[in-house]
């Protein structure tokens, strides 16, 4: 039985019988089936049913932040954000199967165009940090361009996915269309990946199983998206906004409890300003506030799980050098408080590894290239910040640095209308903007004769 918990109280939020691969095959099955039908809707029709899916999701957004909530132990505020991004992803994708335009190019002896083909049938994996979310990213580009798809949650987090598959069929996406497999990623996600009749695998997810991903497609040459982890830099230049910059550094590692594959958990600091930014950020620090996700004014929750709480420990040992640390409620939920690491060698474990956890590294940097140097110095490159109120050097800056999504004076970095992606074993592909219909379609280049000879 899969005991499905609130991580902020230890509850049992739900029984499941976990599926197993032979569930997956029979849900590879009904996508297999639907497709040449759902291929064939109209580009009109499929584009309203999509603005009605859109407008249920919006009517349930609510009851699946609340779900959201209670399952990842985040807090609502950021659920009900979270709930708005979904929304927003299906209406901005929901116009595009009239848009999937494709090229007339002129060639010798006839006219050459092209058309942009649905896939099949679309298997989508996706973590437990932003379940529906991350889902959305998916699902809502998947759809419009006519694929059909099976959808896997995280084991730990399968509620919102599950009353996806619900909402889908009630706004009137036909049966087989969405399939919904809650199951362990061994077996059903394993099964999804290796699948004949599986065009496509959307995997976000550790850089880790990525590559079983990559290596698991490879058999039936499968497409495949992967958005893996990241250890983002925060360059943070003397001639910055030293204030702003430090009451926003710590929101951008622990947003979702630093369960963020953007988090900017390595802050780089030019040396000259060092002590200062240190002391400027320790309020924001201890002023987190950690506590009841379902309390309007929580910043952060609980981590996702028992096991997840230890390997994040193991990186915060009892000689860490701890140089400010936030607070955590007592009495049951898998608590772990903001802490800030420095100083650290930027080779350290600590800074090297994707940690997953509130746990930030603060390095100094000499000067500009040396800020380069060391923000590059990674496996990853998925985001990172730039500080500084030179403008040209902002620019430089951000042309130098190895990462699929960047921002000046800011942390945030995710936009429906905007990439999103990794460079290096940060993963393959984009998500979201209009970039993402490419990677849910195949192109196709036809020649028509006008011409004899
Ligand atoms: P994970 O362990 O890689 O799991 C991701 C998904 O893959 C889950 O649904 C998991 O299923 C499934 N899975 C596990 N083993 C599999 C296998 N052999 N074949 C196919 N599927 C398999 O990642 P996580 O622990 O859930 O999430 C944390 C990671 O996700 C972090 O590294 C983070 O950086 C990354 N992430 C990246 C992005 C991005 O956009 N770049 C966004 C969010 C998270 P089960 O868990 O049910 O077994
Ligand atoms: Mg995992």
């Not at 059903?188 to 590559?211: I, M, N, Q, W, Y």
């Not at 984009?430 to 379609?441: F, N, S």
Request: glycine share 10%; proline share 6%; with cysteine.
């Amino acid at each position: 039985m899969l005991e499905v918990i609130n991580p902020a109280t230890e509850g049992v939020l739900e029984r499941l019988e976990p599926a197993t691969a032979e569930d997956a095959d029979a849900a590879v099955a009904l996508a297999k089936a639907a497709f040449p039908k759902w291929r064939a809707v109209e580009p009109a029709d499929r584009s309203r049913l999509l603005h009605r899916l859109a407008d249920a999701l919006e009517s349930e957004k609510e009851h699946l932040a609340q779900l959201e909530s209670q399952n990842v132990g985040k807090p609502i505020s950021a659920a009900r954000g979270e709930m708005g991004m979904v929304v927003d992803t299906f209406r901005y994708y929901a116009g595009a199967p009239e848009r999937l335009l494709g090229d007339t190019i002129p060639v010798t002896g006839g006219v050459n165009m092209t058309f942009r083909e649905a896939l099949g049938v679309v298997a989508l994996i996706v973590p437990w940090n932003f379940p529906l979310t991350i889902a959305s990213w998916k699902l809502a580009p998947a759809l419009v361009a006519g694929n059909t798809v099976v959808l896997k949650p995280a084991e730990l987090t399968p509620l919102t996915a599950m009353e996806f598959g619900r909402i889908a069929l009630e706004a009137g996406i036909p049966e087989g269309v969405v399939n919904v497999v809650v199951g362990p990623g061994s077996a059903v996600g394993r099964r999804l990946t290796e699948h004949p009749d599986v065009a496509k695998v959307a995997f976000t997810g550790s850089t880790e199983v990525g590559k079983g991903i990559m290596a698991g497609a490879a058999g039936t040459i499968k497409r495949v998206t992967l958005e893996l982890g990241g250890k983002s830099a925060n360059v943070v230049f003397a001639d910055a906004d030293l204030e702003r910059a430090a009451a926003s550094a710590p929101d951008g590692v622990f947003d979702n409890a630093g369960q963020d594959c953007c988090a900017r958990s390595r802050i780089l600091v030019e040396r000259s300003v060092f002590d200062e930014f240190l002391s400027l950020m320790e309020p924001a620090v201890k002023g987190f506030r950690v506590g009841n996700p379902l309390d309007k004014d929580t910043q952060m929750g609980p981590l996702v799980s028992a096991g997840h709480r230890e390997k994040v420990a193991s990186y915060v040992p009892e000689d860490a050098p701890v140089a400010i640390r936030g607070s955590v409620p007592d009495g049951k939920g898998y608590w772990f408080p903001p802490t800030v690491l420095a100083p650290v060698s930027h080779d350290d474990r600590v800074a090297t590894e994707e940690i997953f956890g509130p746990v930030a590294v603060v390095i100094p940097f000499e000067d500009e290239a040396d800020a380069i140097r060391l923000a590059n110095d990674t496996v990853y490159g998925l985001s990172g910040s730039i500080w500084t109120e030179n403008a040209a050097r902002a620019l430089r800056v951000a042309r130098r640095i190895e990462t699929g999504v960047l921002s000046v004076n800011s942390n945030t970095s995710v936009r429906v209308a905007t990439p999103f992606g990794g460079f290096k074993q940060s993963g393959v592909g984009r998500e979201l903007g209009p970039h993402a219909l490419d990677y849910y379609t195949e192109l196709k280049s036809v020649y028509v004769a006008t011409e004899e000879g």
